[in-house]
């Protein structure tokens, strides 16, 4: 079985910049595509990014293209997402996910394993 961590999150005004980390446990976390969702108060979780197994391929929801930068460091059993150009609108719980169904996937349906999420606060 695998289970995820994520961290990094925090407090931070807008156009400010946030790493968040995703530390997985488990036998076959580089066979796992990873993807991060957010979740906004009121509202359903939503893609934000995916990543194949090896880190060669990459996919962003429209809303963080150009902000966002997904990555993972499969000999550390981590995958991060680097988050640029803040905004209020960003403010959410991120989570990571893996799937054995192939990368790019978006719906979260789709993924079988599931951090708890890490806070993320941009203010005005």
């Known amino acids: 079985q695998v289970q995820l961590v994520e961290s990094g999150g925090g407090l931070v005004q807008a156009g400010g910049s946030l790493r968040l980390s995703c530390a997985a446990s488990g036998r076959t976390f580089a066979a796992y595509p990873i993807g991060w969702f957010r979740q906004a108060p009121g509202k359903e979780r939503e893609f934000v990014a995916s990543?194949?197994?090896?880190?060669?391929?990459?996919y962003y929801a429209d809303s963080v293209k150009g902000r966002f930068t997904i990555s993972r460091d499969n000999a550390k059993n981590t995958g991060y997402l680097q988050m640029n150009s803040l905004k209020p609108e960003d403010t959410a719980v991120y989570y990571c996910?893996?799937?054995?169904?192939?990368?790019?996937?978006?719906?979260?349906?789709?993924?079988?394993?599931w951090g708890q999420g890490t806070q993320v606060t941009i203010s005005s």
């Open positions: 990543i194949n197994w090896s880190g060669s391929n990459t």
């Open positions: 996910a893996g799937t054995a169904r192939g990368w790019g996937r978006t719906r979260t349906a789709e993924y079988d394993y």
